[in-house]
């Protein structure tokens, strides 16, 4: 009976993740369609819904391809990874009821992000082509490079809020959102989102005009799915976790149930348009630009913001009761 009611609960956020997956995928050419003065997907379907549908179905009916000197285990094993380490990030977030609860929920976000660098090094590595294992190894160096900066926010966050997990976190915001009480943390942070999704402009992992698609140049049907879907769901993710951290994540606890997830998928919703809006607008990072960017700005902001506000935090602390009245 412990497993039926496992299963079910893991079908409770696996199947809404899929179906946000292949509604964004719709919207974002919608988005960059009208953006363009063109209408984007109408064809399949009324006003075009149905389109992600049709894009998914004819994935998984096309020939899964393998290049004649690639790994194959790693190769197959790659995108499974990938793609199992975005759904197991969908567990822990704390929206109703989490599959996963977790007193150190943000510490485990964090750790498990990171093993995402293993599969797109590996996907890129088993190919055994040149410009794969290029796009692999600019991945692996994009996606570490700004995790640094994004741990610092995270401890200022904690700093902050007094604890490492999510709702905590979330729940401490009842009187101001952190993202507008740190608004130049919450710009880092929302700019290293991009980069860590690999969202343009900081597609460097694709650059169609140098590397082919970087990583995943050389998958195809099903494994190459895995890769999208997984790709769009950490975007998702991540504007969630957003959310979660700098703008009071949901609605008060005391409002209906409904009321309050509306709350938190408004505030999302806002987040990835801001994502399509910012790829229809910027052009393609220069590589060597994207690591200054990180390494030589916000790296020593953000570390110089974690110092500044922690003072802040002690002094504050250290006045007496009805100083500051």
């Given at each position: 009976?412990?497993?039926?009611?496992?299963?079910?609960?893991?079908?409770?956020?696996?199947?809404?993740?899929?179906?946000?997956?292949?509604?964004?995928?719709?919207?974002?050419?919608?988005?960059?369609?009208?953006?363009?003065?063109?209408?984007?997907?109408?064809?399949?379907?009324?006003?075009?819904?149905?389109?992600?549908?049709?894009?998914?179905?004819?994935?998984?009916?096309?020939?899964?391809?393998?290049?004649?000197?690639?790994?194959?285990?790693?190769?197959?094993?790659?995108?499974?990874?990938?793609?199992?380490?975005?759904?197991?990030?969908?567990?822990i977030?704390?929206?109703?009821?989490?599959?996963?609860?977790?007193?150190?929920?943000?510490?485990?976000i964090?750790?498990?992000?990171?093993?995402?660098?293993?599969?797109?090094?590996?996907?890129?590595?088993?190919?055994?082509?040149?410009?794969?294992?290029?796009?692999?190894?600019?991945?692996?160096?994009?996606?570490?490079?700004?995790?640094?900066?994004?741990?610092?926010?995270?401890?200022?966050?904690?700093?902050?809020?007094?604890?490492?997990?999510?709702?905590?976190?979330?729940?401490?915001?009842?009187?101001?959102?952190?993202g507008?009480?740190?608004?130049?943390?919450?710009?880092?942070?929302?700019?290293?989102?991009?980069?860590?999704?690999?969202?343009?402009?900081?597609?460097?992992?694709?650059?169609?005009?140098?590397?082919?698609?970087?990583?995943?140049?050389?998958?195809?049907?099903g494994?190459?799915?895995?890769?999208?879907?997984?790709?769009?769901?950490?975007?998702?993710?991540?504007?969630?976790?957003?959310?979660?951290?700098?703008?009071?994540?949901?609605?008060?606890?005391?409002?209906?149930?409904?009321?309050?997830?509306v709350?938190l998928?408004?505030?999302?919703?806002?987040?990835?348009v801001?994502?399509?809006?910012?790829?229809?607008?910027?052009?393609?990072?220069?590589?060597?630009?994207?690591?200054?960017?990180?390494?030589?700005?916000?790296?020593?902001?953000?570390?110089?913001?974690?110092?500044?506000?922690?003072?802040?935090?002690?002094?504050?602390?250290?006045?007496?009761?009805g100083?500051?009245?």
């Amino acid at each position: 009976m412990w497993n039926i009611v496992l299963f079910i609960n893991s079908l409770g956020f696996i199947v809404p993740v899929l179906l946000a997956v292949a509604l964004l995928t719709l919207i974002e050419r919608k988005v960059l369609g009208y953006m363009q003065l063109r209408k984007g997907p109408n064809i399949v379907g009324p006003y075009g819904l149905l389109q992600p549908i049709a894009d998914g179905f004819k994935l998984l009916i096309k020939e899964t391809l393998k290049p004649s000197n690639a790994s194959p285990l790693l190769f197959y094993f790659s995108p499974v990874l990938f793609f199992f380490l975005s759904i197991l990030l969908w567990s822990i977030i704390p929206v109703g009821s989490s599959a996963l609860n977790f007193n150190l929920s943000l510490i485990l976000i964090l750790g498990l992000s990171s093993l995402s660098v293993y599969s797109l090094l590996g996907s890129g590595w088993s190919s055994n082509s040149n410009y794969s294992f290029l796009g692999g190894v600019r991945a692996v160096a994009q996606t570490i490079s700004y995790e640094i900066s994004l741990g610092l926010i995270l401890l200022t966050v904690v700093v902050f809020s007094g604890g490492f997990n999510v709702g905590v976190i979330s729940s401490s915001q009842s009187d101001c959102w952190l993202g507008i009480c740190c608004f130049p943390l919450f710009c880092i942070w929302f700019i290293s989102t991009l980069a860590e999704t690999n969202r343009a402009p900081f597609d460097l992992t694709e650059g169609e005009s140098e590397i082919v698609s970087g990583y995943n140049v050389e998958y195809a049907g099903g494994p190459f799915a895995l890769f999208f879907i997984a790709e769009y769901a950490n975007i998702i993710f991540m504007n969630l976790f957003s959310v979660l951290l700098f703008l009071g994540g949901s609605l008060p606890l005391e409002l209906v149930f409904p009321l309050n997830i509306v709350g938190l998928v408004l505030k999302t919703v806002v987040l990835v348009v801001s994502f399509l809006w910012i790829r229809a607008s910027y052009p393609r990072f220069r590589y060597d630009q994207l690591m200054y960017l990180t390494w030589k700005k916000y790296l020593p902001l953000s570390l110089g913001l974690l110092v500044f506000y922690s003072f802040l935090l002690s002094v504050s602390n250290g006045l007496p009761s009805g100083f500051l009245d």
